[in-house]
C-alpha cells in the first residue's frame, strides 16, 4: 500500500471512530434544534462540500439534522477521498448544483441552491463560484472552519514531500501562500462587488469555531480563527464565532458531538431563503 493510501486509510478509520463513538448523539438528530420547527420546508436545497479526507458518510449527521429541520440535503462525494485538487473538487459541487437546481425548478422553485461546505471544501466552494461562474446558481455559501487565508505554512520537509508526490497536491493548495489561496483572496473583494451588485442576496458566511482551552485558544483545533476570518467589511460577508462544547473543527460539522451554536445559525441561515423568493425569480431565469 502507497504511503497516501495508507494516510486516507489511517484518516478515515479515525474519523469513522470518532463518529461512532458518539452514535448514541444519532438518535438526536432528528430532535436536535426541533424549536426551529421545519424551517426548511420552503427553503432552496443545500449541497453539503466536505473537506481533505472526508467520504460522504462523515457528513450523515449533519444531513440527518437538516433533513429532519426540512430541507432538501445532498452531500457530495469527493474524488480521492477529498484528497483531489480544489479544481477537481469544484467540478464535483458543480455536478451536484446543477442536479439540486433542477429539482428545485421541478417544484416550482427559483433554481437557486445552498452550499454548506466544510473545510478545504469552503476553498473548492469558492474556487467553484469565482472562477466557473457558479454563483448563477448559487444562493449563498455558508462555511464552517475553513481556511480562508490558508493554513499554516506547510514546512520545507512536507514541501519537498509534497513536490515529489502529486497526490499531495490538494494539501499544498491549503497552504496560506499557495496560488490557489492567494489567488482566491485577491480577487474576492471585487468578485463580492460584482456579485451583490447583480444579486443583492448573495451572501458568504463564515462560521468558526474556539475550543478556548489551554494551548487551544482562538482555534477549533485545526483552523484557527484567523485563518478562517473573511473581511466582513464587504457587502454580503458575514463572520459568526461559536465557543462552547465541541467547538471543535469536527463539531461544528456534527461529526464529533455537535456544537449546537454553530448548528443553530446554520440551520437558521439556511432557512432564511426561501425557494420562491419572489426577488431572484428573474435571477434564475435569466441564467
Request: hydrophobic share 40%; charged share 20%; glycine share 12%.
Amino acid at each position: 500500500m502507497g504511503l497516501l493510501s495508507t494516510m486516507r486509510e489511517v484518516r478515515m478509520r479515525t474519523l469513522l471512530d470518532v463518529v461512532e463513538a458518539v452514535a448514541p448523539q444519532r438518535a438526536t438528530w432528528s430532535t436536535l434544534l426541533s424549536d426551529l420547527g421545519q424551517v426548511g420546508e420552503h427553503a432552496r436545497p443545500v449541497v453539503i462540500q466536505g473537506g481533505l479526507t472526508s467520504d460522504s458518510y462523515l457528513y450523515e449527521p449533519l444531513r440527518r439534522l437538516l433533513d429532519a429541520r426540512g430541507f432538501d440535503v445532498t452531500v457530495t462525494q469527493l474524488a480521492g477521498h477529498g484528497m483531489a485538487s480544489l479544481q477537481s473538487d469544484a467540478a464535483g459541487l458543480e455536478r451536484m448544483v446543477d442536479a439540486a437546481a433542477k429539482r428545485s425548478l421541478q417544484r416550482g422553485g427559483d433554481g437557486l441552491v445552498d452550499i454548506v461546505a466544510h473545510s478545504k471544501g469552503g476553498l473548492s466552494a469558492r474556487w467553484y463560484l469565482q472562477r466557473m461562474s457558479g454563483v448563477d446558481q448559487v444562493s449563498q455559501l455558508i462555511t464552517l472552519g475553513t481556511p480562508h487565508n490558508g493554513s499554516l505554512p506547510l514546512g520545507t520537509e512536507l514541501t519537498a514531500l509534497g513536490a515529489r508526490l502529486p497526490g499531495l497536491r490538494s494539501l499544498k493548495q491549503l497552504s496560506g501562500t499557495s496560488a490557489e489561496v492567494t489567488g482566491l483572496n485577491a480577487e474576492f473583494r471585487g468578485f463580492m462587488a460584482e456579485v451583490t451588485a447583480r444579486y443583492p442576496g448573495f451572501r458568504v458566511v463564515s462560521i468558526a469555531g474556539d475550543l478556548d482551552r489551554p494551548g487551544l485558544r482562538r482555534t477549533d483545533g485545526i483552523v484557527s480563527l484567523g485563518a478562517a476570518h473573511l473581511d466582513d467589511s464587504l457587502a454580503g460577508v458575514q463572520n459568526i464565532l461559536v465557543g462552547g462544547e465541541n467547538a471543535s473543527h469536527l463539531g461544528i460539522a456534527a461529526q464529533a458531538g455537535a456544537n449546537e451554536p454553530a448548528l443553530r445559525s446554520l440551520v437558521t441561515l439556511l432557512g432564511e431563503r426561501s425557494r420562491f423568493a419572489a426577488h431572484d425569480a428573474v435571477r434564475a431565469v435569466a441564467s
